[in-house]
């Protein structure tokens, strides 16, 4: 046995033994760190209709079970706006915290919002890889709202270090796009897309925008 495995076998044990009570607060304190936009605070399975998206349902339900689809440790929610995509990601990352009682952290990224944030906090520093770093460090990562970003070489290196590390550490990823796959060949580099979908099982999701019914 390693010792890594020896060492997360002992934190487990030793999470099993806190009291219920300490165990809800790292619950909350995880789903309030995971940046979460107020009208998702309380999304959740539960508060889902299943026959809305059936088959993605069923799909993203049981990743959100088990942390991982068919051998991949991430899923890929593509579909027009408005029929589900985020909200369905959003139950993701809370069932992921609760399953795993708080233990590890999780965030929850609007792709565009963010990358804008780093542009605007690392515009005067030389590294700007670093930036989007931290947020790799989390066990399940929310990338919400892929779209067509504006091709910069800024943009570009984001996004790669961001993905790389992501696939390379094997981190549980749920992106969601309205792109399609080939939307995606045209907006990112092949080695993004690439490392992207060998870490993602997609799903495709269908219907009319909910927004405006």
Known sequence: MSLNTRLTRQQDQWWQKLPPERI????LQRLADANL???????????????????????????ADQGHYQDRPGLLLVGPPGV????????????????????YGV??????RGLEALRQSFRDQESVADGIL???????????????????????????????????????????????????????DEAVVSRLCGLCYEVSLEGRDGRLT
């Open 84 to 103: 589900g995509k985020t909200a369905l990601a959003v139950a993701v990352l809370r069932q992921t915290v609760e399953r795993t009682q708080g233990r």
């Open 134 to 188: 931290p947020l790799t460090r989390n066990r399940l990562v929310v990338l919400d709202d892929w779209g067509p970003q504006k091709k910069t070489e800024w943009v570009a290196d984001q996004l790669y270090v961001l993905i790389d590390t992501l696939w390379s550490h094997e981190r549980q990823v749920v992106l969601t796009t309205h792109l399609t796959r080939q939307g995606l060949l045209n907006s990112l």
């Open 24 to 27: 809800r607060r790292h619950v």
């Open 107 to 112: 965030r929850f990224w609007n792709v565009p």
């Open 37 to 63: 936009p107020p009208r998702f605070q309380r999304t959740r399975f539960a508060n889902l209709d299943p026959q809305r998206q059936p088959e993605a349902f069923r799909i993203v339900q049981t990743y």
